[in-house]
């Protein structure tokens, strides 16, 4: 009797842990017979009023234990393991010059996951700002159903250029492939990032490409006499549909650089662009957003990714602000140096108080606010 009570009491765990349903009636029937068995030897009315609860106790929990598990078969047909993607900032507002820290975090069952692609789509309110596609770490050995096979900065016939002025028009040739016997429907996103981290532009497509089709394409874009000097990267991602729409990507990114020069042909020195690793994040990377003209703004990143047959998204959210703009006409400037000056020395209650003027929150206006407006001076939002 021990021993299969016991035996009984291991089995209804691994059916808390394991719902395979089918084992599930079988056990039931041990343990009913087990309760007859020792209703017939202890016979007395104390033992079977004891018992009778037991039983139903025990048919009533059992009733629960056979509806989760038919709601956890039902909603997990393929396998019962599930795919975790948790994105996040280290922010949820940054100024203008800031860096945008995105961190992100892929696990099968609780354990991250290090050979995935993850799509990333950033909007705001003016549309597509950034598409990256990441990798949770290095991924060998893989055929990719559609792929970039070549991607380079090149002049309007396509011969490779490894550098554009400013004012003047870029050009840059991708080339994709279908490699399966289908034809696909492909998002095509290509991302620009100057030298400073910043957003330059992106360029998205979709169409359907034959079955083992290869496609040139080549596209021009402005270079503006206000673009940051250096080297500029282009990204370029292949996803089944945008990620915001749940697209997953097809392959890793492809990138290539070019170097914007000014007027001169120089190239002027600026802080190089550099990814912060952190070890407690699947995948993480950075945007910084420009001092000129940044989208004033909320912004949605969106991530997506497939991994063994299983979809996993997540969303998160950014805003971007003009610090040290006190008179909120979207740029930092003299006007707002003199409103400091004018409520320079104040604090609540004094007739010259301005709170738009303590940039700091400390409930006064001195040398900390006006530092904040020179820091910032320049700035400049849309
Ligand atoms: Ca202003
Ligand atoms: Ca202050």
Redesign the pocket.
Known sequence: MQTASTSNYRNKHKIATHPPFLFYPLNLKEYSISLITVKIRFFNDNDVTMMKIAKSSFFNIATIIVMLSLVFIVTNPASASTLTLVLKTDKPVYNAGETVNIQGNLTLDGVPVQDALVALEIDSKNGYYVFRTIQTGAIQGANWLVEIVDLYSCDQYGNPKNASRIDSTGYLNVTWRNNSAFSKNVTTALYLQFSTGSPFLTFVSRGEISANATVYQIDSFPIPSTAPTGTTTIYASLYTDFPKNGGIPFCPEKNATFTITSTFGFESQSSPYRAISTSASSFQTTITLPRKDVVLANYIIYATCQYNSQSASDMALFQAILVG?????K???M??IGLVCKAYGSKPGDPKWDSRCDLNGDGKIDMKDVGIVCRNYGNTGV
């Open positions: 703009d006190v008179d909120g006409n740029k930092v400037d006007a707002d």
